[in-house]
Nanobody, 124 residues
Framework: QVQLVESGGGVVQAGGSLRLSCAAS????????MGWFRQTPGKEREFVGA????????YYSDSVKGRFTISRDNVKNIVYLQMNSLKPEDTAVYYC?????????????????WGQGTQVTVSS
């Protein structure tokens, strides 16, 4: 089992940047591919991006491609979401999630463990 704790959320103006962190504890971090999702009230959880266990490959949704970057530090057991050129529509609760190493998925139902979420608010 793995425990995930996100941090780094906050309020930022449009065009600004934030970096979210997700610290993992428990089982070996490299046993997991990691994903980032976001959710707004009344909507389903949306895939933001993912990174495979080694950190060598990343995937992004079209809505964030070119603006967001996912990375991981397998020594510190942390995965990051660097968000640049933020837009008001990026406002959401952001979650990190872990999935036992497999084909990377954008389906939240295929992730095994979740953090508690961190709020990101982008003002116009």
């Amino acid at each position: 089992q793995v425990q995930l704790v996100e941090s780094g959320g906050g309020v930022v103006q449009a065009g600004g940047s934030l970096r979210l962190s997700c610290a993992a504890s428990g089982r070996t971090f490299t046993s997991y591919d990691m994903g980032w999702f976001r959710q707004t009230p009344g909507k389903e959880r949306e895939f933001v991006g993912a990174i495979i266990w080694s950190g060598r490959t990343t995937y992004y949704s079209d809505s964030v491609k070119g603006r967001f970057t996912i990375s991981r530090d397998n020594v510190k057991n942390i995965v990051y979401l660097q968000m640049n050129s933020l837009k008001p529509e990026d406002t959401a609760v952001y979650y990190c999630a872990a999935r036992v190493r497999a084909i990377v998925s954008s389906d939240p139902d295929e992730y095994d463990y979740w953090g508690q979420g961190t709020q990101v608010t982008v003002s116009s």
